[in-house]
């Protein structure tokens, strides 16, 4: 990987907040998230934000100093080595308990943003005790579905979240499946 290529966060989301990077869930994302805002193409996220903070508060390092390094062109492992070293030394079991907590967090100790959340999951249709990363793993979903064509198709070319170039037309073997619906011949279809 071109660790001083960021992506372009207005064509794909970063990654889910659950992704374990280095023993850590939302590190993956905030990697994402920095390269893009040196790199690439932050688009309407943002590095260094609450959610980022709270691995820098719960490792002792600064949102700074953090950037700093990944500008210097570090892969992920050296990133999570830096973390490490540089963050206050935690324990298996630390990091475990430190991992539910921030997975299972649906603000409900903090009122103002839990009135926030669960408004957001509502717009999404998803219940109001949804977790924030559940929520901002749906929002990604949303956000990038480009086209409803592709949302069922089975094609190569078609990625979770990614839209293709054959607008479903690929996943159906007799070629009439048109928009991810199943195609009119589809209980008669030999192909």
Known sequence: MDTKKGMD???QAPRSP????GGFKILGRTIDKCRAALFGNVGDYNF?????NQ????????GADFKAFVAEGHTDDKIVAWVKEHGTKKTEVEMT???KKVSENNYSEAPENKAWLEGEATKLGMPKDTTLFDWLDKDDKV?????KECKECTCA???DGVKCDCKGEKGCACGDKKGGEDCEKSETCQV
């Open 143 to 147: 956000s990038f579905k480009d086209c």
């Open 55 to 62: 691995l820098f508060s719960f490792m002792g390092i600064k």
């Open 157 to 159: 070319d078609s990625k």
């Open 9 to 11: 966060l207005t064509k």
């Open 97 to 99: 308990e430190w991992n």
């Open 18 to 21: 659950h992704a374990v990077v």
């Open 48 to 52: 260094d934000c609450p959610l980022d």
